[in-house]
């Protein structure tokens, strides 16, 4: 074989191990991303069926209920426009409170309930994910120029 020949080959193959790296790497990353969607969101059937994702928003008041195992839990998480029941079972972390935000993982039901394997607390007791807080402002928004408008003035 000349000499020009086996850089070809060289070259190739490198290539070829370049390519098969970046498919393996690019693998790797889709299998380990989790999108996060708002109850609106899931209600809008914009989650996907089948697959693990987050949701996130606030837990609704007096939706906490603690089973006699004492760990197994189920909550209501709202974005104030629409809810989701959540069923949890695990230790909940510190900063879990009623009232307060959260992001959970896990899978949605086929009954609509949403069974988290992880339930995430982060930063501080004010943590809200920017996306469940956009959709929360937006709800108050137009919950807020609903009660504004008048009705027409009869003549």
Do not use: C, W
């Amino acid at each position: 074989m000349k000499p020009r020949h086996k850089r070809f080959v060289l070259v190739g193959v490198g290539i070829a191990g370049l390519a098969l790296s970046a498919t393996l790497v690019l693998s790797a990353f889709q299998k380990n991303l989790v999108f996060f969607y708002t109850p609106s969101q899931v209600f809008a059937k914009e989650a996907p069926v089948g697959k693990s994702f987050r949701i996130g928003g606030l837990v609704e008041n007096g939706s906490l209920k603690r089973e006699a195992d004492g760990v197994t839990v189920q909550f209501v998480v709202t974005d104030t426009a629409k809810s989701i029941p959540v069923y949890y079972r695990g230790i909940l972390p510190d900063l879990f409170k009623e009232g307060k935000g959260v992001v959970t993982e896990g899978r949605l039901a086929p009954d609509g309930t949403f069974h988290a394997d992880e339930v995430l607390a982060k930063h501080d007791e004010n943590y809200m994910p920017p996306a469940a807080q956009e959709a929360i402002n937006e709800a108050k928004a137009n919950t807020a120029a609903q009660s504004l408008v008048m009705p027409p003035k009869g003549k």
